[in-house]
């Protein structure tokens, strides 16, 4: 069974650091992983995807790498905002999805 | 596209009652997935249709939690009777499955507080 596990549970950093948020996962045998953004009382909001093949994908400040055979993604965020605060959760596709517990990451003005 | 629509965004009912929670899927797409969140354990898996028939249930916790598909844009998750214990928000995500993008889109939510 796919276990998904996201460190650290919660983050605070102050405004402009750069930081990364980790996954690791159990089971190699995956088709892709998707990393979500959710704020406080709404939905999940998918940020990246990363299929099997590639290595990494990048979207404006952030970048999530993938490395299938240690069973590792990150997800950096550069100049970390105060409107980047919220739940950061990985979600990996083998057979089923699964997803981690998420980060609750808090940027400070 | 308005994307994955749920209705109603939020529900309180007392214990015993019906609950009926809805979702109108991205146009399209091809598999729906009905999720639990709660802060004790996460966001849970309840069931997951693709094409309309239900392929996992295994996460629907017991009798009382059923789930249908009648059309490519309608679902609905059921809950009878309800109990205090289902109180979570409910979410409802879709996804195109045959182009490989594998992208999943979430609904909003449905708040469920049963009393």
């Known amino acids: 069974k796919q276990e998904v596990t996201q460190i650290p549970a919660a983050l605070s950093v102050p405004e402009g650091e750069n930081l990364v948020l980790n996954c690791s996962f159990t089971d190699s045998a995956i088709y892709n992983l998707q990393w979500f953004r959710q704020d406080p009382g709404k939905g999940l909001t998918s940020l990246l995807l990363?299929?099997?093949?590639?290595r990494e994908q990048t979207s404006g400040r952030l970048n999530a790498s993938l490395d299938k055979s240690s069973g590792r993604s990150t997800l950096y965020i550069a100049a970390s905002q105060p409107g980047d605060s919220a739940t950061y959760l990985c979600?990996?596709?083998?057979?089923?999805?699964?997803f981690g517990g998420g980060t609750r990451l808090m940027v400070k003005p | 596209d308005a994307g994955v629509i749920q209705s109603p965004r939020h529900e309180v009912t007392e214990m015993g009652q019906e609950v009926t929670l809805r979702c109108k899927p991205i146009?399209?797409?091809?598999?729906l997935f009905w999720y639990r969140q709660t802060m004790m354990r996460g966001l849970e898996l309840l069931i997951y249709?693709?094409?309309?028939?239900?392929?996992?249930d295994s996460g629907m916790p017991e009798d009382r939690f059923s789930a249908k598909m009648p059309n490519a844009s309608f679902s609905t998750l059921k809950i009878q009777p309800s109990e205090p214990r289902d109180s979570a928000v409910y979410f409802c995500?879709?996804?195109?499955?045959?182009?490989?993008?594998?992208?999943?889109?979430f609904g909003a939510g449905s708040r469920l507080t049963v009393l």
């Open positions: 979600a990996v596709q083998g057979n089923m999805l699964t």
């Open positions: 249709f693709n094409n309309n028939v239900p392929i996992d």
């Open positions: 990363i299929q099997s093949s590639q």
């Open positions: 146009s399209g797409h091809n598999s």
């Open positions: 995500a879709s996804r195109e499955d045959s182009t490989g993008a594998n992208v999943l889109t």
